[in-house]
C-alpha cells in the first residue's frame, strides 16, 4: 500500500513526464488504451497489464476457444517504471523520435 507521500511523489512524477507518456502513447496508437508510470516495478523497465476484469492470459483462452469468431481483446496499459536507466535515456531522446 502506498503512503499519501507516495501518491504525491508518483502523481508528480506522472505530471512531469506526462509529454513523453503522451508521445509513447500516439507512437503505439491502438495498441495500448493508456501509458503510465508504474510504482510496482522495481528491475524491469516495463510490463504490458490490462485495465479491466478480462486478464491478458484470459483473452489468449477464450480466442483460442473462438476460433476466429468474435475476437475479445482486453484492454492494455503499458506500465513504465520512472526509476530504471531506459526511461531516462529515452526520456532524454524522445523529442528526436
Given amino acids: 500500500l502506498d503512503t499519501e507521500e507516495e501518491k504525491a511523489k508518483a502523481k508528480k512524477e506522472n ?3 506526462k509529454d513523453i507518456l503522451e508521445t509513447i502513447k500516439t507512437s503505439l496508437g491502438d495498441k495500448v488504451k493508456e501509458v503510465r508510470l508504474s510504482s510496482r516495478l522495481k ?5 504490458l497489464v490490462s485495465d479491466d476484469n478480462l486478464s491478458l ?11 476466429g469468431n468474435d475476437m475479445i481483446k482486453a484492454n492494455r496499459i503499458l ?8 526511461f531516462h535515456a ?3 531522446n524522445c523529442f528526436y523520435l
Avoid: A, F, T, Y
Avoid at 492470459?57 to 476460433?67: A, L, W
Fill in 43 to 47: 528491475s524491469h523497465p516495463v510490463c
Fill in 79 to 86: 506500465e513504465i517504471n520512472p526509476e530504471h536507466e531506459l
Fill in 15 to 17: 505530471e512531469d513526464n
Fill in 57 to 67: 492470459e484470459m483473452e489468449k483462452v477464450i480466442n483460442q476457444m473462438n476460433q
Fill in 90 to 92: 529515452g526520456s532524454r
